[in-house]
């Protein structure tokens, strides 16, 4: 079965600081993966996805996500953080026993401090 | 003008009351999924339509019954409702399968 994992269930870095979120994931095939950001109080919103191509993927307010075949990891990145990041972020990768169905992680909270 | 709107927003109700939580979205996408998030932010998928046609249909109690008067629609509907169906569903819209996923606000179920 395929699945993602969040090792980090929070990630505290200071303003203006380069942050990062991991994500590993197992997967028998080609990944699909994405990353989604919650806000409080809020549905999840689409930041990336990674299907084929560049390793590096670059995704909304300036995000970044960095494929690694042989780590089987997709960490999400920003090389400045932003109080106004803070928030839970979701790795997700396609289920291939079927097309439509996409598994989230456990989630890692970021937590920007000023 | 909301992408996909659920409603209500909040719903507290007894156990054993029956409830359902409409899903409306306005993107013209053709597949529609519920998802349920419990209270420690796991996110875990129930149903999806396809073109008002079900295909994906987890392990769920069939107390909860779907569905989709047509593509722009997904409805949930729950019966004898318990203390564990407490939690926030969410309801989403893509139009690849699988791609880019929205999700509407979320709708906070508590049972008392």
């Known amino acids: 079965a395929q699945s993602v994992a969040q090792p980090e269930d929070q990630v505290n870095v200071a303003e203006g600081n380069p942050l990062t979120v991991k994500c590993t994931y197992s997967?028998?095939?080609?990944?699909?993966l994405f990353w989604y950001v919650q806000y409080p109080n809020r549905g999840l919103q689409f930041l990336l996805k990674?299907?084929?191509?560049?390793?590096l993927v670059k995704g909304s307010y300036g995000f970044e996500a960095e494929f690694n075949k042989s780590q089987t990891s997709f960490h999400l990145k920003k090389p400045s953080a932003l109080v106004s990041d803070s928030a839970l972020y979701f790795c997700?990768?396609?289920?291939?026993?079927?097309?439509?169905?996409?598994?989230f992680g456990s989630g890692t909270r970021l937590s920007i401090r000023p | 003008d909301t992408a996909v709107s659920q409603t209500p927003k909040y719903l507290v109700t007894q156990m054993g009351n029956d409830k359902s939580i409409k899903c409306e979205q306005n993107?013209?996408?053709?597949?529609m999924y519920w998802y349920k998030q419990d209270s420690k932010k796991f996110l875990k998928i129930m149903f999806s339509?396809?073109?008002?046609?079900?295909?994906i249909n987890e392990t769920v109690p069939n107390r909860f019954s779907p569905k989709s008067p047509d593509k722009a629609h997904l409805n949930l509907h729950i019966n004898s409702l318990e203390l564990g169906d407490s939690a926030v569903y969410f309801c989403?819209?893509?139009?690849?399968?699988?791609?880019?996923?929205?999700f509407g606000e979320g709708s906070r179920l508590t049972v008392l």
């Open positions: 989403a819209s893509s139009q690849d399968m699988p791609g880019e996923l929205f």
């Open positions: 339509y396809n073109n008002k046609e079900l295909i």
């Open positions: 997967v028998s095939g080609n990944p699909y």
């Open positions: 997700a990768v396609r289920d291939y026993s079927s097309a439509s169905k996409i598994i």
């Open positions: 990674y299907i084929t191509g560049d390793n």
């Open positions: 993107l013209g996408h053709d597949t």
